[in-house]
Every structure is written in C-alpha cells, then in structure tokens.
C-alpha cells in the first residue's frame, strides 16, 4: 500500500494528538450549551479553579423572553453563587399565585410560606437571565465560544474528543476534555450522541405564549390564573414595566407560526372572566409541549443536565428552574472529581438523586396541566371545593408552597447521604437553613460561608478556630472549613440536639451529623466522599419523589 505524503501527515497529526491526548486535554470539563442551565455549571467550575470551556451553535444571549419564573430554592442557589442580588434588581417579584374559576377567585398560594429568606417568585427574562449569567462567566475568566455546533464525541479511557464544527467557515476541529456535559436543550446533540431514546409524549395542540401590554387593575405581584368549564385555562404572569406574560395553552386548530396580536385578543375575549385590552406585544410565540425524559444522566465522562435530559410543560414554571438545580448539584461533584480529590463514583449520585427529582417534576407539572383543564362538572366541583378547603389549613399550605418553588428538594435516600437514629431537624439529606453563623472572619451567613465551595462543619459553641480539634478528622480539612451556629437558630434547628455537629454539602444540604464526641457519620461521609470506602450503600426512595398530599396523587 503506498503512503502519500498527505497521508503521512495526517498519521503524524494523529499521533500528535493522541500523544497530546495522553498527557494533557484541552480542558477538564467542556459544557455544551449556553442556555441558564450550562451558564450555571459554566460558573460553578469556573468558581472552583475548573478548566471550563463552553460552546454553543447560537450567535449570543437569545433575545426572546422565554422562561421567566426563578423559584425560591433557585433564588437560594444564585445566593450560594454570589449572584441573587443582581437577579432581583432586574427581576419583578411575585408574592403569591391565584386561581380562578369561572371568574371567582377560588385558592391563593402566598409564596412567603416557603420557609426561606426568598418568600417570592421572580419573574425575569430568560435573556436577562442569561445576561448576568454570562457576566458571572466572563467575570471569571471563562469564554463562550459561539457559532460552535458539536459534530460527534468520542469517549475514551482518558476522556473525551468532541469534534466541533465553527459556522463562519465550515471548519471541523477537535477539543479534548477530561468531561463532557450536554445543556444543550430537548434535541441535545449529545443524548443522540449518546443514543439515548426520549421516553414520552407530546401534548395535543399548540401552546401561545405573549409578552403584552393588559389594560386591567389587578395586582402586579400576583400570578392570576382563570379555569373555564370548557377546560381552555389562562395564565397571566406580571412582568416588570407592567408587562404581563400570557400563557394559552391548547390553542385549537391553527396555521402553523407564531400568532399575531389579533389570535391572541380573540383568545383572552374567551378565555378572561371580563374585557381585557391587550396591546403593544414585545413577544409572541407558539410551541408544542411534550412530556420526555431519559433515565441516563451519565455514561463514561459524558454527562447530561436540564432540558437534555428532561422537558415538560411551562405549567408551574419549573423547567428553567430544574436545569439550574441539576447544575448546581453536579457543579462541585465534577469539580472534587476533575481535581482528583474524589473518585468517579462521585459522579453516579449526581443522576441517582436528581432524576427522581425530574421525575417528580414531570408528574407535578403534569398534573398542574389536568388540574387546569379539567371539564368534568363532578370534577371541576371537587378542584372547586376540596383543593382550596385543603389549602386553608397551615401545614398544608406550607407544604404546597415549598413544593412549588422546589425548597421541598431533599436527597434523604441518596447514597452520599449518612442517616442517623437522632431526632429533630434538619436531618441528613434535607436542605441546609440558612441560618446564622460565627466563622472565622466574623458573623456571616451559612450560604454566604459555602460561596467559597467547601463543606462547611457547623457546630455549637462560639468559637469555630477550636472546634473539632479532633485528628482523626485533620486528613479532610481542606474539604470543609467550621462555622458556629449563630444566634437565633431554634427554629431551624427543632428538636436537635444542644451541641449537634452539621456537615453542609457545598450546595446546601445536610450530609451527615453527629456530636463532637461522636463523629462516626461525619468521619464516615469525608471517607467516603475521599474514595476511602465505596459510594454503594443501598439506597431508599427519596423524599423527593413521593407524592404530595397537598396537591393530589402524581399520575
């Protein structure tokens, strides 16, 4: 066989790379998509020394308005990020959801029971929202490549080869990455990469979606939501300038296309309980919802996050704010896993704490959908009476609202979890309060403590420099620093023990406690966590993905 000279090269260029590829990736982490859920991880590594790069086959900052709702427990993760207070600057805060019923109002959820600092929804652009995202990249060194569409990924034993083809001019060339994870939405190149099947079904119909002007009274802090006997709901969502979001699901038969000003009057004459002007549109759009998800979360070094791995219905806002919480829960896995202080099994509790959390997602917004279109009239008279009548009564209420804004997130069963026989709360596995705190530098606030992406110890006692001097636990120091519970904290901390020691994950759940003279969890957790023990004890069902009683059965 006779060897050109171009094929000599190409051999050598082969070599070099693979010879390059064995000592060295172009990075530790390659994000693909720069939607809010890869911006979130992008920053996440970044914040943490993780050599990040990020590409997307889009031009820059889509400027359609898209999702617009940041629950609560989402507003916790931006504060964990540093970032909170410049989402609220620019976003429209809402306080409570209402629901009505032939014109009446039936049932209002007051969003400041969710049990955090947070006691709102805000509603902000989904363009502004990638806005300070992609600042909070840039801030920290990291670069967007745009117009860069992923061609293929090879996984190998070292990592990955993504091919990456630039749309100015056509060309193919290669990035090589110790990890790959795919943001890149509900037709993710690298699920198909992957060859995962999309489980589900579409939703009959077309879903409107209008950025509008409303001539109306009704107040600018609250969701109102109209249900009709013939099952054909709005939703109108404020927006900050007076700017309201119409949401119309099951438009009917329709020409394909976004509608005009002129569809989406006609519809609200329908569809609002009285004559609502609408006017001066700065968005509208059509799209068809469909209900998918994949059980695949990980294979090899390739991992998925957000819509690429599930999409559902705008039905509650939650979409955005599941992509954001799966970044956020892989952010400082990858990062311990990429700097080699903890082992890739690390990795598999990622998908096996978030994906009963997706599936829970997808039967909540299911369900949210069935609850509004409801025409059945022994139906439409049971949502009538007995959700509001359940609604009035405290707990449930709280446990409703929490729910919604997905603060009731827990990993109760997860395999990085170490339970306990102790009473009172916050046990192992549920989310961290954001209590007061004492740390070295002075009084600060525990989610202001874990921006510095550590484990944080939290114990009794006033000073956290001479706390748990115990040696057994000095090999794990640079995983955790200590903090001492401030004033104030009974509430968040019923029925625990005086002196109870916390171990706080870096995203704010309890993974593990004891007492300062019984440290077997915690000491157990940091071994683990290390790769000094295995990562297999058997899980149980999450809190997570169990059905909740204040709002109905999931189907």
């Known amino acids: 066989m006779t060897t050109t000279a171009a094929g000599r090269s190409v051999a050598c260029m082969d070599d070099m790379h693979n010879t390059q590829r064995a000592t060295r ?53 931006l504060d964990l990020m540093g970032l909170a207070e410049r989402f609220v600057e620019h976003g429209q805060i809402v306080r409570r959801w209402r629901f009505y019923t032939d014109g009446k109002p039936r049932l209002s959820l007051d969003l400041s029971r969710n049990g955090t600092r947070f006691g709102f929804m805000l509603d902000i652009p989904q363009h502004q929202t990638e806005c300070l995202l992609r600042a909070r990249v840039a801030e920290l060194g990291g670069v967007i490549e745009q117009r860069a569409e992923l061609t293929g990924l090879t996984d190998e034993a070292v990592g990955v080869t993504a091919r990456v083809r630039d749309a100015g001019g056509g060309q193919t060339r290669v990035i090589t990455a110790g990890y790959v994870v795919g943001c890149d939405g509900a037709h993710s190149r690298v699920r198909h990469d ?38 054909l709901p709005l939703v109108c969502l404020p927006m900050r300038d007076h700017q309201w979001r119409l949401v119309l699901p099951f438009a009917g038969d329709r ?43 990980r294979r090899g070094h390739v991992l998925l996050a957000g819509d690429a791995v599930h999409i559902h219905t705008p039905a509650g806002g939650q979409g955005m704010n599941t992509g954001i919480t799966d970044a956020h829960n892989l ?38 959908v069935r609850f509004g279109t409801v025409t059945h009239p022994v139906q439409r008279a049971l949502r ?6 359940a609604a009035r009564v405290g707990p449930i209420h709280r446990r409703a609202v929490r729910r919604w804004t997905q603060v009731h997130v827990g990993y109760p069963g997860s395999s990085l979890t170490w339970p306990d026989r102790g009473r009172g709360r916050p046990r192992p596995g549920q989310r961290a309060p954001d209590i007061k705190v004492l740390s070295r530098d002075g009084p600060s606030r525990l989610f202001t403590v874990l921006r510095r992406g550590r484990h944080v110890m939290v114990v009794a006692g006033a000073d956290p420099d001479s706390a748990l001097a115990s040696p057994v636990l000095e090999p794990y120091r640079d995983l955790f620093e200590v903090v001492a519970r401030g004033s104030g904290d009974a509430r968040a ?15 704010g759940y309890i993974a593990a406690r004891g007492r300062p003279d019984r440290l077997e969890t915690v000491l157990g957790y940091l071994r683990e966590l290390s790769g000094e023990t295995e990562i297999s004890r058997p899980s149980r069902p999450t809190a997570s993905s169990q059905p909740d009683p204040a709002l109905g059965t999931v189907q």
């Open 255 to 297: 020409a394909p296309g976004a509608p005009d000003l002129g569809e989406i009057q006609q519809l609200v004459d329908q569809r609002a309980p009285g004559r609502v002007l609408v006017s001066d549109p700065t968005w509208l759009a059509s799209f068809n919802c469909h209900r998918r998800s994949t059980d695949v979360y």
């Open 384 to 389: 009538d009476t007995i959700v509001p009548a």
């Open 25 to 77: 990736p172009d990075c530790q982490v390659l994000v693909v998509g720069a939607g809010p859920t890869g911006l979130v991880l992008a920053a996440d590594l970044l914040a943490r020394g993780v050599s990040t790069r990020i590409i997307d086959k889009g031009d820059g900052v889509n400027l359609e308005t898209r999702a617009i709702g940041v629950h609560a427990r989402t507003l916790e993760v």
């Open 194 to 231: 992957l060859g995962l099947r999309f489980h589900g079904h579409p939703y009959p119909q077309d879903w409107l979606l209008a950025d509008v002007w409303l001539d109306w009274a009704r107040p600018q802090d609250v969701v109102h939501a109209f249900f009709r006997a013939d099952g």
């Open 493 to 507: 901390f019923r029925g625990s023990r005086a002196g109870a020691v916390f171990l706080v994950r870096p995203d």
């Open 331 to 368: 952010g400082w896995k990858l990062a311990l896993v990429a700097a080699g202080r903890a082992p890739e099994q690390l990795l598999d509790t990622y998908g096996s704490e978030r994906a009963p959390v997706a599936a829970q997602v997808l039967g909540f917004t299911h369900t949210l």
